[in-house]
């Protein structure tokens, strides 16, 4: 079963990458620019710490006093992290170091940390200047003990049953904790190319048509028998045997649609796409030129009633056709126009086709007895059908003819369409050789 174009396989997210490769790398150049302009502009800060320990403060020598006191501390060091960044503590401070702070400014600078199952409180410090948050961390932690003190005094007692040591002074710090330039450039490319990559696949999931030849084939599940160019309207044929790339590339679907065919009788093909403007007709009218190069007898009809193009693809007239034969008043030998003289490709075009249902001319036994003409004129068919999920009559003409080629417009056709088209040749158990990528 065809895969649904939101089928992605990792393969395609690469293709997405390469198929977005400048969006992705203008974003990531973005964010690092981004992020080197808010490290420009962010203000510096420094942090400084400072460490106290806390410790029973009465003399003894007794195990299960030391032991008591000891877990006595701990339970009350949980509490001077709560309690440690206090007004009153800030207040003091302010005052000894003339700061230019508020106690609620200076509350906001300074977090104090502790340890699970530690005696230890760690004092940090953020500021704009070295100086300062060094100075500032160190007066809280002289001032803490004396704080402790005032708290936890008995009444009546002249000493606390805590001790508090300051066993790491601050010290300046030699660099701001922020901004880091080169780590905020680096967070910068990294946000920018996540985030390019993210939009690349999104966009690439979102996009409905198919993008290259290896997402048509795998959303069609099928073999690819020809990648080739659309051309300019100009230069839609190819005119010559010229050895331009273009036409290796035709001579090549020629091959190809012949080795996916190894086995079998192959007298007439039904070309089949999902839409106009696929480019299908240009590449039906080069398949039936590859072929007829290569010494084939070639029948090319525009089976497209709604939407004929070979006439105006070959220049040919359009009086009579298909639509006149299926009528019943021309024979095919009396209709069929050779296409040059050096060259055995026969051209059959619509023709004149008259009001009504495009399908009450393709009965079944009409088509039977002319595909039986031209088998028995030994010629190979090629038909430029209709869409087929637009037009009943491309129904009849995969049922007259020996095998099936899809053309699929590289980000022109539907993802969807490719597969829903797929899907009904494959309810009809059509013969289908493979698929065409129109670029």
């Not at 104090?112 to 100086?131: F, N």
């Not at 004396?146 to 606390?160: A, Q």
């Not at 002074?169 to 920018?192: F, H, I, N």
């Not at 309810?427 to 289908?432: I, L, Q, S």
Request: neutral net charge.
């Amino acid at each position: 079963m065809a895969r649904q174009w939101t089928q992605l396989t990792p393969r395609h997210h690469l293709q997405a990458l390469r198929a977005y490769r400048w969006a992705v790398l203008a974003l990531a150049l973005l964010g690092g620019v981004g992020g080197g302009v808010a490290s420009l502009l962010q203000t510096p800060v420094y942090r400084a710490s400072a460490q106290l320990f806390f410790s029973p403060n009465f003399p003894t020598a007794d195990v299960r006093q030391l032991d008591a006191g000891g877990n006595y501390i701990l339970q009350r060091v949980r509490s001077y992290t709560e309690i440690a960044n206090s007004p009153e503590v800030a207040t003091t401070v302010i005052n000894q170091l003339d700061l230019p702070y508020s106690p609620e400014e200076l509350m906001s600078r300074v977090n104090v940390t502790g340890k699970a199952s530690t005696a230890v409180l760690t004092v940090e410090v953020a500021d704009e200047t070295p100086e300062r948050a060094r100075d500032i961390a160190n007066a809280i932690a002289d001032e803490f003990p004396g704080f402790i003190g005032r708290l936890e005094k008995p009444t009546g007692v002249e000493s606390t049953p805590v001790k508090v040591s300051v066993v790491r002074r601050a010290t300046t710090p030699p660099s701001p904790e922020s901004p880091q330039p080169l780590t905020d450039v680096s967070l910068g490319l990294a946000g920018g190319l996540f985030v390019g990559t993210a939009a690349a696949i999104i966009g690439y999931a979102r996009q409905r048509t198919v993008r290259d030849e290896s997402h048509a084939a795998e959303v069609a599940d099928l073999a690819l028998v020809g990648v080739v160019d659309a051309g300019s309207p100009a230069s839609a044929l190819m005119t010559r045997d010229e050895r331009s790339v273009r036409a290796e590339a035709f001579r090549q679907m020629r091959t190809d649609v012949r080795l996916q065919a190894v086995g079998e009788r192959l007298t007439s093909i039904m070309v089949t796409g999902c839409g106009a403007g696929d480019g299908q007709a240009a590449a039906v009218g080069n398949l039936a030129i590859a072929f007829a190069r290569a010494g084939e007898t070639v029948v090319l009809v525009d089976g497209n009633l709604r939407n004929p193009e070979i006439h105006e693809l070959f220049a040919v007239a359009n009086e009579a056709g298909l639509a006149t034969v299926l009528r019943g008043e021309a024979s095919v030998n009396g209709v069929v126009t050779q296409w040059r003289q050096e060259l055995p490709l026969y051209l059959l075009p619509t023709g004149r086709v008259e009001p009504g249902p495009a399908e009450k001319l393709f009965q079944p036994d009409r088509l039977a007895k002319l595909m039986e003409s031209f088998r028995l004129g030994q010629v190979l068919v090629i038909v430029n059908g209709p869409p087929l999920l637009s037009d009943a009559e491309a129904t009849f003409l995969v049922s007259a003819t020996d095998a099936t080629v899809v053309v699929a417009r590289l980000g022109s056709t539907e993802a969807d369409q490719l597969a829903a088209t797929v899907a009904v040749l494959r309810k009809m158990r059509a013969n289908m050789l493979g698929l065409i990528a129109v670029r």
